[in-house]
């Protein structure tokens, strides 16, 4: 049993070493490690990204934002950085395009709005956010690098709110700078990168001392996915089981009308069941 026991670890750890070798900056798990506090990270896909040159000042990963409403949705962000001058961004990186839902996004920046002015602070004081979407594959489908969303009216003039929504496509592979940047999200080893800042990050949590962490990381997630499992396993089967139950009374009900003399309709309409008549239409 012992000797069984040590195998299946064994094999349970290849496992997951393996899971953490074909990670790369599309994984949110390795992301939001490597640029945890890593604020040349940071400054390097915003910079890039935006085209010009910020001041970051804090940088976080798999930062919670709760929300104040009871049984309000709360939000787990992948990265959020500040800027000094108040400016916050938040860069998710999804492999799935239903996880970048535009309503999403709109989510997400009306949290980190919502947390930027203090007490009696002027609506003017108000400062600019930027939600960036980086997502696996082209998600509007329309074979450019990146969209920029700000608010115009009557699609003119721009609103000037200083909201900012960003979806940048993680297949362009064009000569430039958002070009390496994502040639670099997609890079699965811990060489070759067009990005040192990035290169450091990847090789320290998938080579050097960090992987041990990023090993337990995997395990923990699947660890919680597993029991996820269970318990929605255990609700289905309990719900059918309630539905099995209903069925069986209801049959019941029905035989013990049906014994004590009374005409087909009747028995159903007691029993709570379809005429015979609804039940052929069906």
Do not use: W
Not at 212 to 225: I, N, S
Not at 271 to 278: E, F, P, V
């Amino acid at each position: 049993m012992k000797r069984e026991k040590t195998k299946d670890n064994r094999k349970k750890k290849r496992e997951i070493e393996k899971i953490v070798d074909n990670m790369c900056l599309f994984d949110d798990d390795l992301m939001s490690r490597v640029f945890d506090g890593n604020i040349p990270a940071a400054k390097l896909i915003i910079d890039t990204l935006l085209e010009k040159n910020v001041e970051i000042k804090s940088c976080r990963g798999q930062v919670q934002l709760k929300n104040p409403l009871v049984n309000g949705r709360s939000i787990i962000l992948d990265i959020l950085a500040g800027e000094k001058n108040g400016d916050l961004f938040n860069c998710e990186v999804q492999r799935k395009k239903r996880d970048a839902n535009p309503r999403r996004a709109r989510f997400h920046s009306s949290m980190m709005d919502a947390r930027m002015l203090k007490s009696n602070q002027e609506f003017r004081k108000l400062k600019d956010s930027y939600m960036i979407f980086i997502t696996k594959s082209d998600y509007f489908g329309k074979n450019r690098a990146v969209y920029r969303i700000d608010r115009k009216i009557d699609g003119t003039d721009n609103f000037n709110d200083g909201s900012h929504i960003i979806y940048v496509n993680g297949n362009y592979r064009g000569d430039d700078r958002i070009g390496r940047l994502m040639e670099d999200f997609s890079n699965k080893g811990t060489t070759g990168f067009n990005n040192p800042e990035l290169e450091k990050g990847v090789r320290y949590f998938k080579k050097e001392e960090g992987r041990e962490k990023m090993c337990e990381a995997v395990e923990r997630y699947a660890t919680k996915q597993y029991k996820i499992g269970i318990e929605q396993g255990i609700e289905q089967g309990i719900e059918r089981g309630i539905e099995r139950g209903i069925e069986q009374k209801t049959l019941q009900v029905y035989q013990n009308c049906i014994e004590r003399g009374m005409s087909d309709d009747d028995a159903r309409a007691i029993a709570g069941m379809a005429s015979a008549k609804d039940q052929n239409k069906g």
